[in-house]
Every structure is written in C-alpha cells, then in structure tokens.
C-alpha cells in the first residue's frame, strides 16, 4: 500500500479514536456543552482539538516509522 495512504488511513484512525473518547466521557460525565455543532455531543473547540491531537500523533508516528528504517 501507498505509504501516503497508510498514513492519511492513521491520521484518520487517531482521529476516530479521539472523537470514540470524547463521546463516552461525555456520556459517563452527563456533560455536553452548549455551542454543539455536531451530533448534538462536539462542539467546535472538540474537532479542532481533535484534529490537532490526530495530526501530531500521525507525525509522530511517521517520525518514529522513519528513523527504524
């Protein structure tokens, strides 16, 4: 597979794992905030955040992927 796919496919992964957390702390917690754009439970600080969290994550780990070879 592409090695640019493989990535934009972690980046994503990182991203879905992020957004997987966040809906079950919110339902444990019972708190949802008031400016929800999405689904009723994200609002836009989340998927910024969200988004920044899998970006970081995803350089990281090509970083890590490109020094073991």
Known sequence: M????KL??????AFAVFIVIVVVLRLISGD????V???NMF???DL?????????VTF????R???KK
Request: aromatic share 6%.
């Open 65 to 67: 992927q490109r020094l």
């Open 60 to 63: 990281s780990h090509d970083q």
């Open 2 to 5: 592409n090695s640019k796919l």
């Open 43 to 45: 609002s836009k600080n």
């Open 32 to 35: 949802v905030p008031e400016d």
């Open 48 to 56: 910024l955040l969200g988004l920044a969290v899998a970006v970081v």
């Open 37 to 39: 754009i999405l689904f």
């Open 8 to 13: 934009v496919l972690y980046g994503i992964g």
